[in-house]
């Protein structure tokens, strides 16, 4: 019920946007990771804002919600009220391009993360600032650092990619915390490989203590336009180095043994 709510309010939100001429797309992920005794199954809706100030710079928003369920075949190592988590994420991004050669981006990323009601408390500030270096048509770099949950806990981490790209079909973008391999072999199909990490932090039961999580993804991925304005994105793949964890307002520690296992996901976008 709670996720529904949330929906129809990003979706009248997003009419409101909407009738002020601003490139909108709203989209729809479902996931699912089944190990052995433990399911874990994560639903999100969002929407993306996109406009061009000009044409060197460059403003996105993205507003999301997020639910987590954690099911366990066996209460051995049951969370009480600790099952299901959820997200209302803001993320402002913006890039400007300096010249040929250099280009900066910046994002401010703000989060509710709680397992009941939201408060202040379960505030996150989160965010980015990176150096785009283009060195010539197949070669370009990326760095700078990080406020990020991508290994549980909110940390300022190091960002570096190499971006190769091979020909209009095939691109390449290796670093941390994310890697992928893209290959199209028309204006409709994209196919890639995707290696990340992921993971998320939240408070538990009004902010007496708090649940984190992390894990390393590597997925294969297919991306369809099906249309001028619908597109479906299929994933699977295999999560690992799983770290779940709850900690209580007494640092006293429990770690959730779920197990590595695969991973299936759908998407999709739709552009007004």
């Known amino acids: 019920?709670?996720?529904?709510?949330?929906?129809?309010?990003?979706?009248?939100?997003?009419?409101?946007i909407n009738s002020a001429q601003t490139l909108l797309t709203p989209y729809l992920n479902l996931k699912t990771e089944p190990t052995k005794k433990t399911t874990v199954t994560t639903n999100a809706f969002g929407i993306t804002l996109k406009k061009n100030w000009s044409k060197n710079n460059e403003i996105e928003n993205?507003?999301?919600?997020?639910?987590?369920?954690?099911?366990q075949e066996s209460n051995a190592y049951s969370f009480k009220n600790d099952s299901e988590y959820s997200s209302i994420e803001n993320r402002l991004a913006y890039s400007r391009k300096v010249n040929d050669h250099f280009q900066l981006r910046a994002k401010v990323i703000t989060a509710?993360?709680?397992?009941?009601?939201?408060?202040?408390?379960?505030?996150?500030?989160?965010?980015?600032?990176?150096?785009?270096?283009?060195i010539n048509v197949h070669h370009s770099l990326s760095?700078?650092?990080?406020r990020s949950t991508a290994l549980g806990t909110p940390k300022i981490l190091p960002s570096f990619t190499y971006h190769l790209q091979l020909n209009e079909k095939l691109k390449a973008a290796i670093g941390f915390p994310e890697s992928q391999i893209s290959y199209s072999n028309n204006s409709r199909n994209i196919f890639f490989w995707n290696h990340s990490y992921?993971?998320?932090?939240?408070?538990?039961n009004n902010g007496t203590g708090t649940f984190t999580f992390s894990q390393i993804n590597?997925?294969?991925?297919?991306?369809?336009?099906?249309?001028?304005?619908?597109?479906?994105?299929?994933k699977c793949g295999y999560s690992f180095q799983k770290d779940y964890k709850s900690t209580s307002?007494?640092?006293?520690?429990?770690?959730l043994p779920i197990k590595d296992g695969y991973l299936l996901a759908i998407g999709l976008q739709y552009k007004l």
Do not use: H
């Not at 509710?112 to 270096?133: Q, T």
């Not at 760095?143 to 990080?146: E, M």
């Open 1 to 16: 019920m709670r996720f529904l709510k949330i929906v129809t309010v990003l979706f009248l939100v997003s009419t409101q």
């Open 249 to 255: 307002s007494l640092d006293n520690s429990i770690s």
């Open 143 to 146: 760095g700078g650092i990080l």
């Open 198 to 204: 992921e993971g998320n932090q939240f408070n538990t």
């Open 62 to 71: 993205n507003m999301s919600y997020t639910k987590t369920n954690i099911n």
């Open 218 to 234: 590597s997925s294969l991925n297919y991306e369809r336009q099906i249309d001028e304005r619908w597109k479906a994105n299929f």
């Open 112 to 134: 509710f993360n709680y397992d009941e009601k939201a408060s202040w408390n379960d505030f996150l500030l989160l965010g980015e600032i990176l150096i785009d270096y283009k």
